[in-house]
């Protein structure tokens, strides 16, 4: 689906990711949110959100305003916004990930199989990004903790130079080591699949949807 006006909030490394794909898509910048304040020139029919947790009430603002569709790709997220997240989809769609990446999904896919069939084995999580990430653990090593839900695993964590981001999960047994990993060599990716989700999202009901629905399609379309 091109020809979609939208909203973006935060037009740092990511944002300005977003701005070239979807512009590249045939789609149109009517509305931008950052540092500098509000500019717009349109009505957005979905607002993206590639900013900072401070930047969230102003995105919600936004969404409630327009009432169109939300994707947010923030990380660092506390509870309370994702309670807030839940309500705002109960009016409009919303997508809400950590991480936009097809490899990620499929990363969390091989290591919830992995981990159904070696249950006894060490686990252990370990993840790279550039220096400028300011939450630790990441988003996304949050997401394969997760996978673990009946075990606590902790997350190593390295803010190393401009490294997009790197995610290695390790399984081992007394005579052998199985790692899944995940290297995103370019942010590029991450505006593809926010793209992707953008296409999703425009046919969808009201509910609160994940990038693993998007990759996977899974459906509620009104």
Known sequence: MNNIKYGLVGTGRLGSEVEAVFKENNCKIVLKEDI???????????????????????TIEHVKSFEVPL????TGLTNEHLK??????????????????VGIQILLKLTEITKDIVPDWDVEITETHHRFKKDKPSGTAKMIQDVFKDKNIEASSLRLGNVAGDHTVYFGGLGEVISIKHSATSRRTFAEGIFKSAEFIMKQK???????????NSKNEG
């Open 36 to 58: 500098n304040g509000t500019w717009q020139e349109d009505t957005p029919e979905l607002i993206v959100d590639c900013s900072l947790p401070e930047a969230f009430s102003k």
């Open 84 to 101: 807030m997240l839940s309500s705002l989809a109960k009016i409009v769609p919303v997508i809400q990930s950590f991480n936009y990446s």
């Open 206 to 216: 009201p509910g609160l949807y994940t990038f693993k629905d998007v990759v996977f």
């Open 71 to 74: 994707i947010m790709a923030t």
